[in-house]
């Protein structure tokens, strides 16, 4: 079982690598890890991720929104929390600003089955939570609404948020976010993008769960 310490290394390669990858810039965003039953660890507020070090991170119980020492954690930390709890599969949380994913929310367009791999790692849509104020109640409610059933999830005129069974998978939903939302944008000029077919989405994307999830308790 890894340490709080190596959770907190995951955290700090994760924010580098989105900063690498064009998937966030200065100190937007946010990188999340669930501990346990009761607390997760995230990114602080308005520090820059290339200079993040293991005090940096902040642990937070995501029942009581509590937190550890005197770093504040992101100011996003109650949509963090509010995964956590009502998703108890989903061990990492990343919230990002990524241009084309953006792009099409501040478009507020719901992205449809239209990439492989985007239905089976994301599920059979990419829907927009309405727009709400950042920081707030409604944000949180709108975006967790968004993402049920879903693996990532539009915010209008705001970013993204993207999940997964750990910060790996995490990771990968914001590149294949990015990819799909990519390739919406641009098929809409030649004529709007056509979508798989609905039942077949949602089957692919549970057997992927369903894959997924046997091969990783197969390889601990």
Not at 18 to 34: D, H, K, M
Not at 123 to 140: C, E, F, H, K, M
Not at 146 to 165: T, Y
Request: hydrophobic residues 40%; glycine residues 6%.
């Amino acid at each position: 079982m890894d340490t709080i310490g190596d959770l907190k290394l995951l955290i700090i390669e994760a924010g580098k690598k989105l900063l690498s990858e064009g998937l966030v810039t200065r100190t937007w965003g946010n990188v999340s890890i669930r501990v346990d039953e009761n607390l997760m660890l995230i990114t602080p507020s308005g520090r820059a991720y290339n200079d993040l070090t293991v005090n940096d991170i902040v642990l937070v119980n995501y029942h009581t929104l509590k937190y550890e020492g005197t770093i504040k954690p992101s100011s996003e930390k109650g949509l963090h929390c509010e995964i956590y709890r009502t998703r108890k599969e989903i061990n990492s949380v990343i919230h990002t600003h990524q241009m084309n994913a953006s792009t099409v929310a501040a478009a507020r367009r719901e992205v449809p089955p239209i990439l492989d791999d985007m239905v089976q790692i994301i599920g059979p849509s990419v829907r927009v939570a309405d727009y709400a104020l950042p920081s707030t109640r409604r944000i949180v409610n709108k975006t967790v609404k968004a993402l049920r059933g879903r693996m990532a999830a539009l915010m209008a005129n705001h970013g993204a948020v993207c999940i997964g069974r750990d910060i790996e998978e995490a990771f990968v939903v914001c590149q294949v976010l990015e990819k799909a939302c990519k390739a919406f944008i641009e098929a809409e000029f030649l004529g709007g993008a056509k979508g798989i077919n609905v039942f077949e989405a949602h089957l692919m994307h549970q057997f992927y769960l369903r894959k997924y999830s046997a091969m990783a308790k197969k390889n601990r």
